[in-house]
């Protein structure tokens, strides 16, 4: 293993404090994960322990912490009202398999390209529905299953205000001052482990009458179970195969996010791919141990580099600590309040909420707004998995929109103008040149693509008459794709149909490239395509049976249109 490379036992001591220390952190945070996300709590234990080794043993990043998260507790409770528990551990295994695929096809810098508008939209949307989902237990409130929905659930929690549990609210906001205030006392010792014990003691020792984790799911397993397929026909998987996209994708974002942070607060880079393998097996192995999704924790990574975690190890510590944690005191975990983990899920939802980026966003464009608005809306209103569908689109949308207004056809011998460059300074500016009765000047400044495309049809439509020659430069065009070569065949077949002569000036690498592979450069003929814009003015002449003229000399910017007999000047 290359990131063991002189490892020293310094770093090794350090490595199994900041284990210790995040493997603390973490056994409250998966427990109160896997309850939100509808499953058991030892769940989150089996897999913060399964898939925390993996990703750690595995994974493209030296200091990444891998287990259930916030991010995933939406999809889940989702997924699990409707297909049930093996349904989830099928969609989960899917997922791994796809988070491989994502890996092997070396997507990895690919998925970094997701709009930020987008990844804000549905991560504040996420944090949203987690303090929705946790009202209940913070408040105490003696009511029946609450509806899933957003809008009936805040209806039913708002019906019920008048049966809070005093005790309940008390035992939550005590934990959640001690998560505030602890930090101020030590660091070393993880706030939510602190205010845990401390509420979990006070609710046993005063005997106050509030719902535990024992009274609501029983007795707690505190061993590893032994590794199981889900219990799963074949004709359910075709139902199951968007959940474990979503999974997937949300897995691969937070996981590389995370990574990414790691990489800034260590000075390292990590390996995208190898990272995406590392979550995919981690992601197939954790549901054959009754686990449910896990990806990179970005606070527990932090926590692990601020304590001294620089290896693998740490993380490999983190997932042995919360072994022999659920061994030895698992049984315990059936006496921590519901309270307490509410208010512990608050603050994770306060965090993730990231409320003062989102309101920042209400400075970008207009466009990235409705994105970011779009993504949230469906977030907290419809479903996560529609949400990042349709953000995505809409994104893309938007930036085809934009890039078409960034690409402008221009009529240089009609304006006497260029778009780009002031002809003073441009020796190539067309203002420079003697242009030729019948022949026009069209610039073409920006990407020639498909948004791009109709805009180009539209401009060259409105030529008044038809002209002997229509020079098409391109010197301000780095890329173009099918749709507007297609375009550009279109309008030379028109063209030749009214008798008019296309030409094509300054072309770049790409776009050439592409009108020869497309066969359009064989059909225009070598003649007619031109690296600058006198050869294309000089073909032209040629074409009109008038003599070439030299290159012009630039002490003086000439505009002129060549006359019968003889230049106006």
Do not use: C
Not at 202 to 228: C, D, K, M, W
Not at 238 to 261: D, K, R, Y
Not at 361 to 384: Q, Y
Not at 492 to 505: E, H, P, W
């Amino acid at each position: 293993m290359t990131t063991l490379a002189g490892y020293t036992r310094e770093q090794f001591l350090a490595d199994l404090v900041a284990g210790v220390i995040v493997g603390i952190v973490a056994l409250p945070l998966a427990i109160a994960f896997a309850i939100a996300s509808g499953v058991g709590p030892e769940r989150g234990l089996f897999t913060a322990i399964v898939a925390g080794f993996l990703i750690s043993a595995l994974g493209g990043s030296r200091v990444q912490i891998g287990g259930p998260t916030g991010a995933f507790v939406v999809i889940v409770y989702a997924i699990v009202q409707r297909h049930g528990v093996d349904g989830l551990a099928m969609a989960t295994l899917m997922a791994g398999l796809i988070l491989v695929g994502f890996g092997v096809a070396r997507l990895g810098a690919a998925i970094k390209f997701i709009p930020y508008p987008v990844t804000i939209g549905f991560t504040s949307g996420i944090a949203v529905i987690i303090f929705s989902n946790e009202v209940k237990d913070f408040l105490g409130l003696r009511m029946g299953p609450v509806p899933a929905d957003f809008v009936p659930k805040w209806r039913a929690l708002a019906a019920h205000l008048g049966v809070v549990n005093v005790w309940a609210v008390l035992v939550a906001t005590v934990t959640l001052a001690i998560i505030v205030v602890w930090p101020r006392v030590s660091r070393r010792i993880p706030s939510p482990f602190v205010a845990l014990i401390a509420a979990t003691a006070a609710v046993q020792l005063l005997h106050l009458p509030v719902e535990t984790i024992g009274s609501r799911f029983g007795v707690i397993n505190a061993s590893l179970p032994a590794p199981a397929l889900p219990a799963i026909s074949m004709h359910q998987l075709p139902s199951l195969a968007g959940a474990a996209f979503t999974i997937a994708l949300l897995g691969a974002i937070e996981s590389l996010l995370s990574a990414v942070v790691a990489d800034g607060m260590i000075g390292g880079r990590h390996r995208s791919n190898m990272e995406l393998v590392a979550q995919g097996i981690a992601n197939i192995a954790s549901p054959l141990f009754g686990g449910i999704p896990a990806t990179g924790a970005i606070a527990r990574t932090a926590t692990n580099v601020k304590n001294g975690g620089r290896t693998p190890v740490a993380g490999i510590t983190h997932a042995m600590t919360l072994l022999l944690i659920t061994l030895f005191f698992g049984r315990w975990a059936g006496l921590i309040p519901m309270a307490g983990l509410a208010a512990i899920l608050v603050v994770v939802a306060y965090s993730m909420s990231e409320w003062r980026t989102f309101l920042a966003e209400f400075r970008a464009p207009k466009s990235d707004v409705a994105v970011l608005l779009t993504t949230f809306l469906l977030t907290v209103l419809w479903d996560l998995t529609v949400a990042i569908e349709v953000g995505m689109v809409l994104a893309a949308f938007l930036f085809m929109r934009r890039m078409a207004e960034v690409t402008n056809i221009s009529a240089l011998t009609h304006e006497f103008r260029d778009p780009v460059d002031d002809f003073e300074r441009d020796p190539n500016a067309v203002r420079r040149r003697v242009v030729p009765e019948g022949v026009e000047v069209y610039e073409i400044t920006g990407p020639f693509f498909f948004g791009a495309a109709e805009t180009f049809k539209e401009r060259l439509s409105r030529i008044a008459g038809k002209p002997k020659v229509l020079i098409l430069r391109m010197r301000h065009v780095p890329a173009m794709d099918s749709t507007g070569l297609h375009a550009l065949r279109d309008l030379i077949r028109r063209s030749r149909r009214d008798g008019t002569l296309v030409l094509l000036s300054d072309v770049h690498t790409q776009p050439l490239v592409a009108i020869e592979r497309s066969g359009l450069y064989d059909e225009m003929g070598e003649e007619n395509v031109h690296g600058n814009i006198d050869d294309a003015l000089n073909r032209a002449r040629s074409h009109l049976g008038l003599p070439e003229m030299a290159r012009p000399t630039f002490a003086i910017p000439t505009v002129a249109r060549e006359k019968e007999g003889g230049l106006a000047q």
